[in-house]
């Protein structure tokens, strides 16, 4: 089983909303969450880490940490088209030199 | 800033055939380097580590073999590819750990194996 689980799949949204990304670890030794994004022949690109329990906001972006249900989300609120990519969920532990990617979510923004 | 920069960009190789990959990256003295594959719009796997020259640990086995020669160099070699060997390899680095510094991403090798 996937340590790192990510929904939905795939998402449409049209330009100028909110798309919201969700992704669940099984593995309560993970603290530290992170967030990348990858458009479609290059490296993933980091996008934002989250790492305590609340809200964190970062321009478009808004990232969610429950650390007691081992839940993140993570919000983009005014999509544009450029926010159409495959994104990440990242988790690792304290000291690890392991960092575990989760299946993907494709972004579609409909202009 | 640092950056990334790995070779080939594309690289088509017969089953059987020896493979090497490589990746060099600036602007970061003794950086930690990573090895990555992705199979085509699926999850990262994370392949190898290395924290120092002449260092590096195995993640998952996969028949293939890295080594880090220089302080800014990893290399990613294998003597004979398999058909799940396809996908795309990614070289990555950070300066510090996951829970203090973001992992930066090369643009990939795509590796097709035929």
């Known amino acids: 089983q996937q340590k790192v689980q990510q929904s939905p799949e795939s998402l449409s949204v049209p330009e100028g909303g909110m798309a919201s990304l969700n992704c669940t670890s099984s593995?309560?030794?993970?603290?530290y969450f992170w967030w990348y994004r990858q458009h479609s022949g290059e490296g993933p690109k980091a996008l934002m880490?989250?790492?305590?329990?609340g809200d964190k906001k970062e321009g478009r972006f808004t990232a969610h940490l429950n650390k007691a249900s081992l839940h993140v989300s993570l919000h983009i609120r005014d999509s544009q088209p450029s926010d159409s990519a495959l994104y990440f969920c990242?988790?690792?532990?304290?000291?690890?030199?392991?960092?575990?990617f989760g299946s993907g979510t494709q972004l579609t923004v409909m202009p | 800033a640092q950056t990334i920069h790995q070779w080939p960009v594309a690289e088509i190789k017969a089953v059987g055939s020896p493979l090497s990959l490589g990746c060099t990256i600036k602007g970061k003295s003794s950086p930690n380097l990573y090895w990555y594959w992705q199979a085509t719009g699926g999850t990262l796997q994370q392949l190898f580590y290395s924290i120092t020259v002449g260092q590096v640990e195995s993640v998952v086995q996969l028949n293939l073999s890295a080594s880090r020669p220089k302080d800014d160099q990893f290399i990613l070699s294998t003597e004979k590819l398999l058909l799940s060997h396809s996908g795309f390899y990614l070289c990555?680095?950070?300066?510090?750990?996951?829970?203090?510094?973001?992992?930066?991403f090369g643009h990939g090798t795509k590796l097709s194996v035929l």
């Open positions: 880490s989250i790492f305590s329990d």
């Open positions: 990555a680095g950070t300066g510090q750990t996951f829970s203090n510094e973001r992992l930066f």
């Open positions: 990242a988790a690792t532990s304290s000291g690890s030199w392991q960092l575990i």
């Open positions: 593995d309560r030794n993970f603290q």
